[in-house]
Nanobody, 116 residues
Framework: QVQLVESGGGLVQPGGSLRLSCAAS????????MGWYRQAPGKERELVAR???????TYLDNVKGRFTISRDNAKNTVYLQMSSLKFEDTAVYYC??????????WGQGTQVTVSS
């Protein structure tokens, strides 16, 4: 059984910053990809950022330059540093990991609300 524990969500004003963390534990052998999806009310879930074990990263276009994803392989933890937050960043953010076997695992989600 694999568990993903997320933390760091909350309420922030426009222009503010938040840092999300997600720690994976349990019966997971080698994690290849770690990343974050988000889903806003009435919208489809979208991939925000992901990072491969070797450090290669991809970002959603409208978060480039504002969000930074990083990971600590020794701790099986992924981080998402979010800066210059906008109203449209409001969503539930879900951590996900993919093992080298191709098995995906999801976190329970953490709410990020950008509001004045």
């Amino acid at each position: 059984q694999v568990q993903l524990v997320e933390s760091g969500g909350g309420l922030v004003q426009p222009g503010g910053s938040l840092r999300l963390s997600c720690a994976a534990s349990g019966s997971i052998f080698d994690i290849n990809i770690m990343g974050w999806y988000r889903q806003a009310p009435g919208k489809e879930r979208e991939l925000v950022a992901r990072i491969f074990r070797g450090g290669y990263t991809t970002y959603l276009d409208n978060v480039k330059g504002r969000f930074t994803i990083s990971r600590d392989n020794a701790k099986n933890t992924v981080y998402l540093q979010m800066s210059s937050l906008k109203f449209e960043d409001t969503a539930v953010y879900y951590c996900y990991v993919v093992s080298y076997n191709g098995d995906p695992y999801w976190g329970q989600g953490t709410q990020v609300t950008v509001s004045s």
